[in-house]
């Protein structure tokens, strides 16, 4: 049976706020820190913006892979690529694109205090309300009964593929793709765009 989730697109506009918002969350609370920390792929992005609008020069990355549309073998959160600097004294913000369960900033949270931060805070460009985890700045709060799949411009092919090609067998040809994702996702494609990700292979 194929699951079929009721999806959001974001657009670089939305994104462009989102990271305002963030941005000036966190210089109401009491100023920019000096190291920025983005899990990959999801919050390298979201990262890079944030470094740009808090003028922030000192970026790490910090792989964790996790379920959705693109899951992870075991369904859960995992670190897969640590952080090999010392962060001893400074001020960090580690950042990623959604909270969802919240364990991917969870764990990447836990993982740089002990590397030893004077101190720490942790940022999401949306959060929903089921998350165990709350970061410490929002762009923006979805209540947990209105619970979507996000798609970011960052992950627009790979979640289209994905779901185009489960849904293949069901619409059998990319005008019926189309249809499907159209009702059951409410991701109104173009055709175009579904042709491509089916082309272009499995996930």
């Known amino acids: 049976m194929v699951e079929y989730p009721r999806c959001r697109l974001t657009s670089w506009r939305e994104i462009e706020a989102l990271a305002d918002r963030i941005a000036e969350s966190v210089r109401r609370g009491g100023g920019a820190p000096d190291t920025l920390v983005g899990l ?65 900033l969870e764990l990447a949270t836990e993982h740089v205090r002990a590397r030893g931060p004077q101190h720490l805070e942790s940022a999401a460009l949306l959060h929903i309300g089921h998350s165990r985890f709350v970061p410490t700045h929002r762009g923006e709060e979805i209540p947990r009964e209105n619970w979507v799949w996000v798609v970011f411009p960052w992950n627009y092919w790979e979640d289209l593929r994905t779901l185009a090609q489960r849904s293949l067998p069901e619409g059998r040809t990319p005008a019926g793709v189309q249809q499907l994702l159209a009702e059951r996702c409410r991701w109104i494609a173009p055709l175009a765009d579904v042709e491509r990700a089916l082309a272009s292979g499995g996930p």
Request: charged content about 25%; cysteine-free.
């Open 40 to 104: 990959t792929r999801g919050g390298w992005v979201p990262a890079r913006l944030l470094a740009d609008r808090l003028g922030i020069k000192r970026l790490h990355a910090l792989r964790a892979q996790h379920w959705g549309v693109t899951a992870t073998p075991t369904g859960k959160a995992e670190l897969t690529e640590s952080l090999a600097v010392s962060l001893e004294g400074t001020s960090v913000l580690v950042v990623d694109d959604i909270t969802d369960t919240g364990e991917s």
